[in-house]
């Protein structure tokens, strides 16, 4: 992609203005400075705009594990399989179906006449439980889509839990000592749900960013500003969306319905307090409870075929897409060897679709 061709699309007049100081923020850092965007949206927005290609050769933006559906455990995709296959109607979103579990997809599941529908809000998956009292909702994401949820156990959705909490996932990235990471772009969509001091504990130059392009430039520079002058603050960019607290209401709902848990993160591993478990006083809408027997026996049956998908690594930015042996030769968006090849937000999908 070209740069100048790029800068064309980009509508706001102080873009070449950021630019500038970047360049000049990056010549007196001079060494290499890796900066990790933890959102899947922020990953399209570098990719479609070319921002890479804008920037001086040693500022790196890498992806991190910002996409809920390629973090979504293996596990958790083989149990809802067997449910469906068992005879359990599934109600699910879109991006979950090409998900590959340890021999199989939704979709492939859906082909052999599981009843698995596709849905787009929660109150279908409502609508669709008053047709099917047995259905289950297969419930993923981060913060963002977790309030949804909780507000349709309320009404007595029962639900397949493989929610996530963002902030813990965050704090083991940072443990790990093979990971090397000056600044981090903070999740946009995220943040408007929690705000921002569940982010002030780690101590890094940290920018929460909204999704146009003069945003996340706008975040790369003043995480170099941060790193110039040895700070390790956070700063909110997306103050018009973003509110100090968050959506309390939207937290609130999280936390009345969910409690913390351990959970499993495909490539990452497993971290503590991570996981979104549907607490005691709605049991009756968990479906980990009302079919432990069934899932206990779908996953001891549930055999994981190896493979050359460097999918975890890749969550983690210690490699690129195509350092991964199997990317656009055998994974691809029809054909995905592995989770970050299927979301519209995964790195892997991101590269393959806007690489040049």
């Known amino acids: ?32 400075t890796r900066l990790m965007g933890l959102c899947g949206t922020h990953s399209q927005t570098i990719a479609q705009y070319g921002l890479k290609n804008l920037l001086p050769r040693n500022i790196k933006l890498v992806a991190g594990p910002g996409c809920p559906v390629c973090v979504t455990a293996r596990e958790d995709i083989d149990a809802v399989i067997g449910l469906a296959l068992a005879g359990m109607p599934l109600a699910v979103y879109g991006d979950t179906l090409a998900v590959p ?27 669709e439980q008053k047709i099917k009292p047995d259905l289950v909702f297969f419930g993923v994401g981060f913060e963002t889509t977790a309030p949804m949820t909780a507000w349709a156990i309320k009404q007595g959705l029962r639900v397949y839990s493989a929610h996530k909490f963002f902030p813990p996932a965050m704090a083991a990235l940072l443990k790990n000592k093979k990971i090397k990471i ?26 929460i960013t909204g999704f146009e392009p003069e945003d996340v430039l706008m975040a790369v520079l003043m995480l ?107 994974c691809a968006p029809e054909n995905p060897f592995g989770a970050c090849m299927v979301s519209i937000e995964g790195t892997c999908n991101i590269e393959y679709k806007y690489a040049r």
């Open 182 to 207: 000056d600044g981090l772009i903070d999740p946009g969509h995220v943040s408007a749900i929690i705000g921002e001091s569940p982010y002030k504990k780690f101590e890094i130059p940290q920018v």
């Open 1 to 32: 992609m070209n740069p100048t061709n790029t800068l064309m699309n980009i509508s706001k007049q102080n873009t070449e203005k950021i630019l500038d100081e970047i360049k000049k923020l990056a010549k007196s850092i001079g060494r290499e």
């Open 224 to 330: 170099l500003n941060q790193i110039a002058e040895g700070k390790r603050d956070l700063e909110n960019e997306y103050g018009r969306v973003v509110k100090k607290n968050g959506n309390e209401k939207a937290v609130n709902l999280i936390n009345e319905v969910f409690e913390q848990c351990d959970a499993e993160w495909r490539g990452i591993g497993l971290i503590k307090n991570s996981g979104m478990k549907i607490r005691k006083k709605y049991s009756a809408c968990d479906a980990k409870i009302k079919y432990r027997r069934t899932i206990a026996e779908i996953l001891s049956r549930t055999k994981t075929k190896k493979t050359a998908c460097r999918c975890g690594e890749i969550l983690q930015g210690l490699i690129e897409p195509n350092q991964c042996p199997l990317f656009k030769k055998i």
């Open 101 to 127: 579990g340890s021999t199989e997809s939704l979709e492939n599941a859906r082909q052999k006449g599981a009843d698995i529908k596709i849905i787009y809000s929660i109150k279908e998956a409502l609508k």
